[in-house]
């Protein structure tokens, strides 16, 4: 229907709503009806209108919507397609609201003879009369589909616009995916289906910090079912998808279809409202025909109809031509939706009220009054008085919350707002608009209501601040801040330092890892000097891992500090009172009397126990000890007994801390000697280090306590565990796979070959990986020494290194290795992997954090008790069914050994020997004997370097600059990473030749080969 009269949409939604239309067959009833008509009837002038898909463009035009504007077509995926479509402009910037409109209607007097013709002619459409023999969803002898007729339309916008408005949408899209199998014009491409649904949940879960098991439980999956004949039909594709993207939790899922009620409406999307009106009603459908449910089926949840709320709505739908989409919706809210007061405030900036709400039909309307413009009034330029006032405070924090109220107001990305940008010209940003930002304003810094104040006068976020700043008495042109250029030259030089490149070549867009090759270890220390420099406690937790580039980190450390309403501490320290440094003084010697406690009681260093380390989990600290150490801080602090203290919730040194300062002040603090308080916070790690004894120790087992019993059997609910099965090692442990599934385990195994076509395999980026990259514990099985060579142990760590790439690592609660010797290979021989495979995943906790252990055993009970009572030993091996770890053993001095003697006849062969400390130790060793050498080494030797082994450091820049060109002009991205990476083999090249040469230089013989020795066939063919 039209709307009579000027029914527009409000002038500040016109220029950011952008409209859909989604129909497979627009325009075509029309078309039927011109092409049916008689010669003898006069031609329709306006024909090209009346068949032309111009539903989108008409609407716009009816409502004034001048926003991105176009239909779509994917068939009877249409309608998700469109909702898909809608996000990526929301997110993308192109518009702040997208109404969706979706309508077919193939059953119309003119329509319905071709369409319905169609069809049955392709063997789609049913041909049963009676009515329970032909709407079969999911059910026995499906045979085809009904057609049907509908429309429907939806409103998507972004969450701030809704928000601004006071109105609380129903749902949100949490995410969409629409494609195209290329497999055939009718049938389901079930692989492909099924590969795309379990790839869009796993995501789904990632970007959201859901799990499958909650979809599965609080969610309906919105089926497209279209009961047509089960061969390529829609309900086998479904429903293998669904099991092969939650497994087991695919039966609890709910399954809802409106197609036994409403035929095949084509493109309109009815599932979507359905679903939709679905959560917010609390009322979910029946299937129809639900007793004639498919046998093969029985084990799915399929809707009896219900009165209950689903949280989640799982929407696939497909189409001819092998159209599929998915969209995954989470309810927001079901009632007082319309209640906040701002939606009222709102309706009145625009002219009217509440009162004033009417339906007409099935529209909503609201006459208004026009609001006149407010005419801008002439602004003189800023004196140079006032521009240096801005300059003292125009990089603080009040002009990141302006921008962010602003931001807020239109979905603009704050750091898109410039502070001289002109509000209503550079902004679009209307007086209505302006209102409200000024309105938020006042709010926020509580300052009167002024009669005489014009918002005409501050135009931009400059004037705006330098406002504020003489209504607060210039208070906040004392508070300096971190703006990003400050930040982002800081963060450059911080990184120029750490890896040695030019500042200049560091482009704030450059990946970390991959274009500036800067490793974990490294980024960690980068950070830790940024802390430093903003002064942010490491306390604080603002978790900068896994940014990407200088400009991600910028935009989080500003978010940070916004979020925490605050400034940097490089800011406020010169704010700190002698009162807050007597606390902050009581508080270290408070720290340092628990961790002295705590060491008395586990045996653990004081300087080993970390603020943060949990109690139990990380100390093995068991809840009697911990009874023990609570009791001598009570004692020494006269806690009264009858203050209970909660030892589940107080769990490391910091919250300790926190709790005992409640107590300082009201007891006169004990001397330190009492408990000879180590002063860890006056001395530094490597003080305490230069202290340490330094001895040749001795590695070997020692005997431990017994892990407490297990009286039933622990369930470790939906934990996602990986079994790295390498080289078949879990063929010696029979049954371990059902062992793992009692504790409640959802087990993946995978197996690692000891084949080098199989690491090509896991390299290759263009395939996708073999599992998902979110497990909660990892379990690596060693295979014993008869199931493996040496030489595939090589790469068995190339896969693991890959592996271990492509996980999530936050996500990994545990990692445990498994390996088939006895007392720690101390007896019938060591395996030499189980003890690489060891020190590999130590290099992980120690890097990560994340807790490991390493069980040598064949024994499933001892091994499930390890695993079940963790307890933060990191090595267990058993004996005599004694429980052992090992231990370093102080060896005292060696007796003097026999001595070699080295004469020019011998062959000394050295790996590496031609570089860094190898050459180092040969050099010192020629000094004095003078054997023939052999050396091996990666880098080529090359004679034609001689000239260079003459210049200066001056003149080796100007050569790395020549590199550095040529590498410019051969490839259009050039980054630190592949500069440092030719250069560092020009320079091994060099240092190879020099050292060799100097070598000849004293008389020896030298031979150099450059070869791999990991390589046997090389090292065959050199020797």
């Known amino acids: 229907k039209i709307l009579s009269g000027d029914w527009v949409l409000p002038e500040e939604l016109q220029d950011n709503t952008g409209i859909i239309f989604a129909s497979a067959f627009p325009g075509y009833d029309n078309l039927a009806e011109e092409i049916s008509k008689s010669q003898d009837e006069d031609f329709d002038r306006s024909f090209l209108f009346r068949v032309l898909s111009m539903g989108h463009s008409q609407f716009a035009q009816l409502i004034k919507a001048k926003g991105p504007n176009t239909a779509i077509n994917a068939a009877c995926a249409s309608t998700p397609q ?6 990526d402009w929301i997110r993308t910037g192109r518009c702040k609201r997208v109404i969706v409109i979706t309508g077919d209607n193939v059953t119309s007097k003119n329509l319905f003879q071709w369409i319905g013709a169609g069809f049955l002619a392709s063997g789609a459409a049913t041909n049963k009369s009676r009515w329970e023999e032909a709407v079969l969803p999911f059910g026995e002898g499906r045979n085809g589909i009904i057609l049907g007729a ?148 029985a084990k799915f949840n399929f809707s009896k109809g219900s009165q209950e709320r689903k949280k989640y709505a799982l929407r696939f739908a497909a189409g001819f031509g092998s159209q599929i989409a998915i969209v995954l919706f989470r309810l927001v809210s079901f009632n007082g939706r319309f209640s906040d007061p701002t939606y009222e405030k709102w309706l009145q900036n625009i002219g009217g009220n509440g009162k004033l709400l009417f339906t007409d039909g099935r529209v909503l309307k609201m006459k208004t009054e026009r609001i006149p413009t407010v005419k801008p009034t002439t ?103 971190v703006d990003d250029n400050l930040l982002e030259n800081k963060l450059i030089k911080i990184i120029s330092e750490k890896t040695g490149y030019d500042v200049e070549d560091i482009d704030i867009k450059f990946d970390l890892e991959e274009d500036l090759g800067i490793d974990t270890v490294k980024q960690a220390e980068i950070f830790g000097e940024l802390r430093n420099y903003l002064k942010i406690s490491e306390d604080t937790e603002i978790n900068l891992v896994g940014l990407k580039n200088i400009k991600e980190i910028i935009q989080k450390i500003q978010e940070y500090l916004r979020l925490q309403n605050t400034e940097p501490d490089i800011v406020n320290a010169r704010k700190s009172t002698d009162r807050e440094i007597g606390e902050s003084t009581d508080r270290d010697q408070v720290k340092n009397v628990i961790k002295k406690v705590i060491a008395d009681k586990t045996g653990y260093d004081v300087i080993d126990i970390e603020d943060n380390y949990d109690l139990e989990e990380d100390l ?69 280090k230069k202290e340490e004894e330094i001895y040749i120790s001795q590695i070997i087992p020692s005997r431990i306590f017994k892990l407490a019993k297990m009286e039933n059997v622990p369930k470790f609910k939906n934990l996602k565990t990986l079994i790295l099965n390498i080289n078949s090692g879990l063929s010696n442990y029979q049954n371990f796979y059902k062992e793992f599934q009692k504790l409640g385990l959802e087990i993946q195994i995978f197996d690692i070959l000891g084949e080098e076509n199989f690491v090509k395999s896991l390299k290759n980026k263009e395939s996708e990986f073999p599992f998902d990259k979110d497990f909660n514990i990892l379990i690596l099985v060693i295979p014993d020494n008869t199931q493996y060579s040496l030489n595939e142990s090589l790469t068995f760590f190339d896969s693991l290194f890959i592996i271990f790439q492509s996980l999530n690592l936050s996500a990994i609660e545990k990692i445990i290795v498994i390996a088939p010797e006895t007392y720690f290979g101390w007896e019938n021989g060591a395996n030499a992997l189980s003890s690489s495979v060891g020190a590999f995943i130590k290099t992980l906790n120690r890097e990560f954090q994340i807790p490991i252990k390493l069980i040598y055993s064949v024994n499933p009970e001892q091994i499930i008790h390890e695993i079940s009572i963790w307890d933060n030993i990191e090595e267990v091996a058993y004996k005599d069914g004694i429980r052992y770890t090992l231990l370093r053993k102080k060896l005292g001095e060696f007796p003097e050994q026999k001595k070699y003697f080295i004469s020019t006849e011998d062959v000394l062969l050295a790996t590496g020997g031609a570089q860094g400390i190898t050459f180092a130790c040969i050099d010192e060793l020629t000094n004095n004997v003078k054997p023939q050498l052999i050396l091996l080494g990666l880098a080529p030797y090359d004679d034609s370097l001689h000239e260079y082994l003459l210049y200066s450091p001056e003149m080796l820049e100007e050569k790395k600059q020549e590199v550095t060109n040529m590498l410019k002009s051969k490839q259009e991205r050039v980054t630190p990473v592949m500069i440092k990476r030719e250069w560092k083999n020009f320079l091994d090249k060099l240092d190879t030749l020099r050292n060799i040469e100097s070598l000849r230089k004293k008389g020896l013989k030298v031979q150099y080969y450059a070869v791999d020795v990991t390589n046997e066939e090389k090292m065959q063919n050199t020797f």
């Not at 707002?417 to 304003?441: H, M, S």
């Open 379 to 481: 602004v003189s330029p800023l004196t140079t008085e006032i521009s240096q006032k801005l300059t003292s405070f125009s990089t603080s924090k009040i002009i990141n919350e302006v921008k962010y109220i602003i931001a807020l107001k239109t979905g603009y990305d704050p750091e898109d707002i410039e502070e001289n940008y002109d509000l209503e010209e550079d902004l679009g940003i209307d007086t209505v608009k302006q209102a409200e930002i000024f309105g938020e304003i006042r709010e926020k810094w509580n300052l009167e209501v002024d009669d005489s104040f014009n918002i005409a006068d501050y135009r931009t976020i400059n004037a705006i601040v330098l406002m504020l700043s003489e209504f607060l008495d210039s208070d906040l042109v004392e508070i300096p801040s």
């Open 82 to 87: 469109a909702l898909g479509i809608a996000e």
């Open 150 to 297: 509908g429309a429907s339309a939806f409103v998507i916008e972004q969450e701030s616009e809704a928000k601004a408005r006071g109105v609380k949408p129903i749902v949100e899209i949490l995410g969409s995916y629409f494609a195209n199998s290329a497999y055939h014009g009718t049938r389901l491409d079930r692989a492909h289906i099924s590969q795309k649904l379990a790839k869009f949940v796993i995501e789904m879960e990632k970007r959201h910090g859901i799990t499958k098991n909650e979809l599965a439980n609080e969610g309906m999956f919105v089926s497209h079912e279209t009961y047509s004949p089960a061969r390529g039909g829609s309900a086998e594709s479904e429903l293998d998808a669904l099991k092969k993207a939650f497994g087991e939790n695919a039966y609890n899922m709910l399954i809802i279809n409106t197609k036994g009620y409403t035929g095949h409406t084509m493109g309109a999307g009815i599932e979507e409202a359905v679903a939709i009106k679905s959560m917010e009603k609390g009322r979910i459908p029946p299937i129809a025909n639900f007793n004639r449910i498919d046998p093969n089926y």
């Open 620 to 688: 093995g600290i068991d809840t009697v000890k911990q009874a023990e150490i609570f009791g001598e801080l009570r004692t020494f602090y006269n806690v009264e007994e009858s203050i209970e203290i909660n030892i589940t919730e107080i769990r490391t040194p910091n919250e300790i801390t926190k709790f005992i300062m409640q107590f300082v002040n009201k007891t006169s603090m004990i001397p330190e000697k009492k408990l000879e308080i180590p002063k860890i916070a006056s001395s530094s790690l490597e003080e305490s």
